[in-house]
């Protein structure tokens, strides 16, 4: 997929016709549904029924806002495409939206906000577009002033598509340079596709981080299962050395031909492919057995 | 742009000290009706700074509304309705608002307040 952020400026390339096929768009309202309820999985509130503000950076056209309305949150959003705000003023959205350059900084009063979500908006940061600006400047103005009107202890989730390892490290690098604390959580790791980047900040206090480690569980679980399979698939292989060979194996044993995909290929592929977030039919005894020959 | 909106905003122009609270300059302004949600506005006018709150719904003409910040322990529901109403109800549709520090103009149109700076003025 090519990417929006080398074609132009966000604010060029959100226009009046771009905002309404982005908003129209079944597909992309899925996503930023999932995407909006992963990351207030991750923000990670305790469940408490308090009333929360939430600020979302990058709100577009408020489909990500949609959803957190649905969550119970207000929130108010900021973007820089007028066009954007323009369709989210017209669908009625329940939150306060403001036109402003995340790159910026933020232009809200000190620690009001209790959480800040962001959909795939960070990664426009480093672009530069204009001779004044520079990324890592404009990274770290929007980075420490998000960190001034958050409250203390309050967190950040960022889901970005960054272009490689590197500009992930830069972004991450410059939350926390000005004070965060926290880390990258990926999605999937083992997928291309489904692979999604949430950056994960905390304001101030270390005791929050405790918490995420909780959250992490998806992507942790995914590895260890991984983990796991490798090491059932050599365990498998020595039962099998140990066994007495049947003729035909001892026959296919002798002239090379052994089979490449035994049951615990099967397997270690079927993990693999369940890390990759697709869906794959439960192992089960009849897993990787032959068919009976049919004439 | 609700009031709401307003009392959360600052404006971080260069040589701004606190950008804190904006004035609102006022061409057109509607009223769309919200659902009252007690908790939220609860901890929302906990939240809010009632001073900007109160300057900002004069310059809107939306009168009667106390000098000092209410206790909400004791507020009934309908000065309750009458906080709601101010702060969630009034939009500002056309207009534009002022930093204290700077004078500044933020313009508010179809109301979205435009807080965009020029390179020059980031601070």
Request: with cysteine; proline share 5%.
């Given at each position: 997929?090519?990417?929006?952020?080398?074609?132009a400026p966000p604010q060029e390339f959100y226009n009046d016709n771009e905002a309404h096929?982005?908003?129209?768009?079944?597909?992309?309202?899925?996503?930023?549904?999932?995407?909006?309820?992963?990351?207030?999985?991750?923000?990670?509130?305790?469940?408490?029924?308090?009333?929360?503000?939430?600020?979302?950076?990058?709100?577009?056209?408020?489909?990500?806002?949609?959803?957190?309305?649905?969550?119970?949150?207000?929130?108010?959003?900021?973007?820089?495409?007028?066009?954007?705000?323009?369709?989210?003023?017209?669908?009625?959205?329940?939150?306060?939206?403001?036109?402003?350059?995340?790159?910026?900084?933020?232009?809200?009063?000190?620690?009001?906000?209790?959480?800040?979500?962001?959909?795939?908006?960070?990664?426009?940061?480093?672009?530069?577009?204009?001779?004044?600006?520079?990324?890592?400047?404009?990274?770290?103005?929007?980075?420490?002033?998000?960190?001034?009107?958050?409250?203390?202890?309050?967190?950040?989730?960022?889901?970005?598509?960054?272009?490689?390892?590197?500009?992930?490290?830069?972004?991450?690098?410059?939350?926390?340079?000005?004070?965060?604390?926290?880390?990258?959580?990926?999605?999937?790791?083992?997928?291309?596709?489904?692979?999604?980047?949430?950056?994960?900040?905390?304001?101030?206090?270390?005791?929050?981080?405790?918490?995420?480690?909780?959250?992490?569980?998806?992507?942790?679980?995914?590895?260890?299962?991984?983990?796991?399979?490798?090491?059932?698939?050599?365990?498998?292989?020595?039962?099998?050395?140990?066994?007495?060979?049947?003729?035909?194996?001892?026959?296919?044993?002798?002239?090379?031909?052994?089979?490449?995909?035994?049951?615990?290929?099967?397997?270690?592929?079927?993990?693999?492919?369940?890390?990759?977030?697709?869906?794959?039919?439960?192992?089960?005894?009849?897993?990787?057995?032959?068919?009976?020959?049919?004439? | 742009?609700?009031?709401?909106?307003?009392?959360?905003?600052?404006?971080?122009?260069?040589?701004?000290?606190?950008?804190?609270?904006?004035?609102?300059?006022?061409?057109?302004?509607?009223?769309?009706?919200?659902?009252?949600?007690?908790?939220?506005?609860?901890?929302?006018?906990?939240?809010?700074?009632?001073?900007?709150?109160?300057?900002?719904?004069?310059?809107?003409?939306?009168?009667?509304?106390?000098?000092?910040?209410?206790?909400?322990?004791?507020?009934?529901?309908?000065?309750?309705?009458?906080?709601?109403?101010?702060?969630?109800?009034?939009?500002?549709?056309?207009?534009?608002?002022?930093?204290?520090?700077?004078?500044?103009?933020?313009?508010?149109?179809?109301?979205?307040?435009?807080m965009l700076l020029n390179e020059d003025e980031v601070c």
């Amino acid at each position: 997929m090519s990417r929006p952020e080398i074609s132009a400026p966000p604010q060029e390339f959100y226009n009046d016709n771009e905002a309404h096929k982005y908003t129209s768009s079944s597909r992309v309202i899925e996503i930023q549904d999932r995407l909006t309820e992963r990351a207030v999985e991750l923000l990670n509130f305790p469940k408490d029924d308090l009333p929360r503000l939430l600020l979302d950076v990058g709100c577009g056209s408020g489909l990500s806002g949609d959803r957190l309305t649905e969550l119970g949150y207000s929130w108010i959003g900021m973007d820089i495409s007028k066009s954007m705000l323009q369709v989210a003023q017209d669908r009625t959205i329940e939150g306060g939206v403001i036109q402003y350059d995340m790159g910026h900084g933020c232009p809200f009063r000190p620690g009001i906000f209790d959480g800040c979500v962001s959909i795939s908006a960070v990664q426009w940061l480093c672009n530069a577009d204009h001779l004044q600006q520079e990324p890592r400047k404009r990274l770290n103005t929007f980075f420490s002033q998000l960190y001034r009107c958050l409250k203390r202890g309050a967190k950040a989730v960022l889901q970005f598509y960054p272009d490689g390892a590197k500009q992930a490290e830069l972004i991450t690098t410059a939350a926390l340079r000005v004070g965060f604390s926290g880390g990258l959580v990926v999605d999937y790791p083992n997928s291309t596709r489904a692979k999604k980047y949430f950056l994960v900040l905390v304001a101030g206090c270390l005791d929050g981080i405790s918490t995420s480690s909780t959250i992490l569980a998806r992507f942790e679980s995914s590895e260890a299962d991984a983990f796991k399979s490798v090491r059932v698939d050599r365990r498998s292989k020595a039962s099998y050395e140990g066994k007495k060979l049947s003729m035909g194996q001892r026959l296919k044993a002798h002239s090379g031909h052994k089979h490449p995909k035994g049951k615990a290929w099967i397997l270690k592929k079927k993990q693999q492919a369940r890390c990759r977030g697709q869906e794959i039919s439960q192992d089960s005894k009849y897993t990787g057995r032959k068919r009976k020959d049919r004439l | 742009m609700r009031l709401l909106t307003h009392n959360l905003l600052a404006s971080n122009v260069k040589g701004a000290k606190t950008g804190f609270p904006l004035k609102i300059h006022v061409f057109v302004q509607e009223e769309h009706e919200t659902a009252f949600n007690k908790a939220f506005l609860l901890a929302t006018l906990r939240k809010i700074n009632w001073i900007a709150f109160r300057e900002a719904a004069d310059s809107l003409g939306v009168p009667n509304l106390p000098e000092l910040p209410p206790d909400l322990d004791k507020c009934d529901d309908s000065m309750l309705r009458k906080y709601h109403h101010a702060l969630m109800e009034v939009h500002v549709k056309e207009g534009y608002l002022i930093c204290p520090d700077t004078g500044r103009r933020f313009p508010i149109t179809k109301g979205i307040p435009n807080m965009l700076l020029n390179e020059d003025e980031v601070c």
